[in-house]
């Protein structure tokens, strides 16, 4: 017997975009951006992941993995097939694919830590394969490891796998409230989804939507739908195990293709009984821009993606259909397309207008037209050409940028209103479960890692008039910070005319806030995480969503104390967990409280989040700390607005 340890390939891939340049003086029409084709620059780089690894044999450790004890996970309900797995083109090569597939498919559904394969007479070789396609034919498994232990029959020389051992990336509770998660995010996306959209139209809004919700991942590091769903990142393995879930709930078929020589993994999709290549990554070229979708990778055929240097794929399908080559609708459209009423929504970016019309062009009706430029610099005389907006949808309204500011759009009503100004040039915008993102930029031009903003759209357009509470008049210094945190969508006063500065902020309120301020989706969070935290109550989907993340962990006996008020100390420690899943911040500084006078009645779990409060400025009290000092309701809206401006969300 041998013990082998199989690393399943992980593929990331990246396209990028040349850089703009500004026109001078008479403003004539530059190569039309993103495009490289026409910039004169050379081809888009590309960023390859390792290929695959087998680490060889481990002394005879495996003679003891009868003694291992194992632990069932909860069971998923069980097909008897997966059909997705008919499409691989190791099915015809390998004799008995499907009996051997189907197993160990029904084995991971139900959980069991291992599987008899002795019947089978499976060799190395095609085991490994078939394990293989468990990850691009199977979204669902994103809890399974890509390692795995396996036997064989007759020492190091055997050639047939007797039983293999899975393993699995997350305990029995964790794998239940991740399978939730990915189901219901799944369930939220095709609800979005307009009934009676043909095919080709479904797959385009998936396809849009996608790309103008998610990023690339840069450190390469999320290769599974779940996780790309969470951290709203993923390399390519990860956008295209993601459409393909989609599209199977809205009834269609899609498979990955995979070219080991690039390095890549991309989608073929069925629309109408052919068979068309669909790649999401290079339609969201990096370094990413909030609002801008490309659609240079859609519904292509072999020969058309094939000059698009994509090469050496395996795939058991073959793309050959003519019916999208000729000037389809998305042709040349550099943001996302809204379907609604049955018509297309979409920005010509050399008309530089909002048109709306069936996806077959016929009665085209211009919507909203885009009069100011993006200039560069401030003497008016260079400017960037194309159209940089993102195109969404709330509400009924569309939801645009110009240059200076977010517009609402009713298209029926022919009325069109500005919402916000943020006071720099908007270079895109896009909106996500109810919130706008939208980016401030110097210029198109994007080095990587700038920093999106953010409002709570229910805020957007209502008047910018003075505070309605009494007790916090305009020379009070709570009333920036107040501003702040109400426009921001983040909390109200406890009355129409009242924000009560001095009321102790309970734990469950900061933790809602929290919660608001990170765009939390309450939807995903339906259980409960703590015995005295029940179901139904407000805060309940934001406790249980701060302890998924790890923000919090409770009182140590199962409760979480949400009535009780927060304690200084309690504020720092949470408020340094979030900085740094928000990625904002410096790193504190080692001897930053060394000053302080009651540092010794600091806690010893709060020390390092207090150390990061007071070395980013958010931190009370002069040189005190006052760790078990209760947080006030004015205290906590000074913090959540300097939070919110360093994270971009105010």
Known sequence: MKFVEYMEKRLGNRRTSPPFSPEEEDFSFLPDPPFDSGSGTSSPARVYRPGVRLVGARKLFALCMAALLVVMLPALPVSAVNQFSSYSPNRARIPGYDRVYDAMYDAVASGKPSLDLYEYQVSVQDFLDIYSDLFITAPEFFFLSPRVVYHTMDGVFSTSVVDVYFKYEMNPSEREAASALYEKELSYIVSLVPEGLSEAERALFVHDYLIASFAYDGTETIYDAYHLFRSRKGVCQAYALAYSAILRELGMESVLAVSEEMGHAWNVVKVDGEWYHVDLVYDDPQPDRCGRVLHDYFLLTDDQIREKEHISWECAVTCTSDTYVRNPLWAGVTSRMIAADGLWYYIDPDARKVYRSPLNRRGREEVFSFEDRWMDGDDGRRYWVGVFSGLSLWKG??????????????????????????????????????????????????????????????????????????????????????????????????????????????????????????????????????????????????????????????????????????????????????????????????????????????????????????????????????????????????????????????
């Open 397 to 650: 309204s569309l939801v645009v940028n110009t240059p200076g500011e977010v517009w609402f759009c009713d298209p029926d009503m022919g009325e069109s209103r500005p919402v916000l100004s943020p006071g720099g040039a908007v270079y895109g915008s896009n909106v996500y479960k109810g919130t706008l993102e939208y980016l401030v930029a110097p210029s198109p031009n994007l080095e990587g890692g700038e920093p999106v903003s953010s409002a709570v759209l229910d805020t957007l357009g209502a008047s910018s008039s003075p505070l309605p509470f009494e007790d916090v008049p305009a020379e009070s210094i709570y009333y920036p910070a107040v501003k702040t945190v109400r426009e921001a969508g983040l909390f109200e006063g406890v009355s129409e005319d009242r924000f009560d500065l001095s009321a102790p902020f309970s734990r469950a309120m900061f933790v809602t806030v929290m919660g608001r301020l990170f765009g939390t989706d309450v939807s995903l969070y339906d259980w409960t995480s703590f015995r005295d935290v029940p179901r139904g109550t407000w805060y309940a989907p934001y406790v249980s969503w701060a302890a998924s993340e790890g923000i919090v962990n409770g009182m140590g006996d199962g409760r979480f104390d949400p009535d009780s008020p927060l304690t200084r100390e309690q504020m720092y420690k949470i408020t340094a967990l979030c900085g740094a899943l928000l990625g904002v911040g410096r790193d504190a500084e080692p001897d930053v409280l060394d000053a302080c006078p009651d540092r010794d009645r600091i806690s010893s779990w709060a020390i390092p989040g207090t150390a990061w409060c007071r070395t980013n400025g958010l931190f009370f009290g002069g040189g005190t700390v006052g760790p078990q000092k209760t947080v006030s309701r004015g205290e906590a809206a000074v913090l959540f607005a300097a939070l919110a401006k360093m994270a971009g969300k105010a």
